[in-house]
Nanobody, 123 residues
Framework: VQLQASGGGLVQPGGSLRLSCAASGFEFDNYAIGWFRQAPRSRRETISCISNDSGTIYYLDSVKGRFTVSRDNAKNTAYLQMNNLEPEDTAVYYC?????????????????WGKGTQVTVSS
């Protein structure tokens, strides 16, 4: 099982980035995918979760209205569109496979994690 997040970079406040999570080695359309981030000196937090069929979606309050999660099961890829980025969004972003079809639980609910991609929001 492999997951690889990509698409990070340096962007000015108010800018946009689209992260991709390419997955392989498991039946992608059977599991929820979660997006997480960890800023320096902070705990890893759950940003978003999308169920296997895209029918159940969760967002962290601070990203609602700015971030949009999606997935393309035919391409085994999940996406996180991030708009109106703020300096507080600076972090390493990770995607992970859930043990569940519907939910993402950061503590013991995700069994495979991809390497992160750095997002830096700065002028």
């Amino acid at each position: 099982v492999q997951l690889q997040a990509s698409g990070g970079g340096l962007v000015q406040p108010g800018g946009s980035l689209r992260l991709s999570c390419a997955a392989s080695g498991f039946e992608f359309d059977n599991y929820a995918i979660g997006w997480f981030r960890q800023a320096p000196r902070s705990r890893r937090e759950t940003i978003s979760c999308i169920s296997n069929d895209s029918g159940t979606i969760y967002y962290l309050d601070s990203v609602k209205g700015r971030f949009t999660v999606s997935r393309d099961n035919a391409k085994n890829t999940a996406y996180l569109q991030m708009n109106n980025l703020e300096p507080e969004d600076t972090a390493v972003y990770y995607c992970a496979k859930s043990l569940s079809r519907y939910h993402c639980a950061i503590n013991n609910g995700m069994d495979y994690w991809g390497k992160g991609t750095q997002v830096t929001v700065s002028s």
